[in-house]
């Protein structure tokens, strides 16, 4: 099984920084089958994020996705007051499919 | 627009049974892989099990072999939980996605519902 290990674990910043979140895997992730959610108080998850860098239908383009092999990231060029959430990681190469623990992104 | 509608949680005791449904409506339910994910309370994300389009090829999280049962109704655009032998740690919101990619076993999740709570407690 894959594991996924997210940094950090809580990411404090203000409303126009940039954003910047890591996933690395125990083992490398085949054809980059890596996506991200963003998750809020109460709500399912979302898919931002496949294919570690494709954005989903109706993604703002301030998120961005990049990696392969064992290290890929998130980031959010500029942090709107609704991108504060917690975010997954999520791999998709290998069975079982896999989550990261999250990273939350809080208001400095 | 795609949903995904939850139902059939709640408290249960250690030991029992749950069956869980997902309306799913705004795509042809029949062309997907679908999967079920929970989230225990506080925690993150866990994969439970998926099914293929034609329900003839069912996979599941080590933790749940042999004590949960997932299955689907193209007919009903429904895909179904049976959960037996319920433990405190199945304790979590149960939800129901769709899988992303048609023709791959595994694959991202595209689509959630709202999920559903099952509590498992005496």
């Known amino acids: 099984e894959i594991v996924l290990t997210q940094s950090p674990g809580t990411l404090s910043l203000s409303p126009g920084e940039r954003a910047t979140l890591s996933c690395r895997a125990s083992q490398s992730v085949s054809s980059s089958y890596l996506a991200w959610y963003q998750q809020k108080p109460g709500q399912a998850p979302r898919l931002l994020i496949n294919?570690?860098?494709s954005r989903a239908t109706g993604i703002p383009d301030r998120f961005s996705g990049s990696g392969s092999g064992t290290d890929f990231t998130l980031t959010i060029s500029r942090l709107e007051p609704e991108d504060f959430a917690v975010y997954y990681c999520?791999?998709?190469?290998?069975?079982?499919?896999?989550f990261g623990q999250g990273t939350k992104v809080e208001i400095k | 627009e795609v949903q995904l509608v939850e139902s059939g949680g709640g408290l249960v005791q250690p030991g029992g049974s749950l069956r869980l449904s997902c309306a799913a409506s705004g795509f042809t339910f029949s062309s997907y892989w679908m999967s079920w994910v929970r989230q225990a309370p506080g925690k993150g994300l866990e994969w439970v099990a998926n099914i293929k389009q034609d329900g003839g090829e069912k996979y599941y999280v080590d933790s749940v072999k042999g004590r949960f049962t997932i299955s689907r109704d193209n007919a009903k655009n429904s895909l179904y939980l049976q959960m037996n032998s319920l433990r405190a740690e199945d304790t979590a919101v149960y939800y129901c996605a769709r899988d992303g990619i048609l023709w791959f076993r595994e694959s991202y999740f595209d689509y959630w519902g709202q999920g559903t709570l099952v509590t498992v407690s005496s």
């Open positions: 294919g570690a860098s």
């Open positions: 999520q791999q998709y190469g290998s069975s079982p499919r896999t």
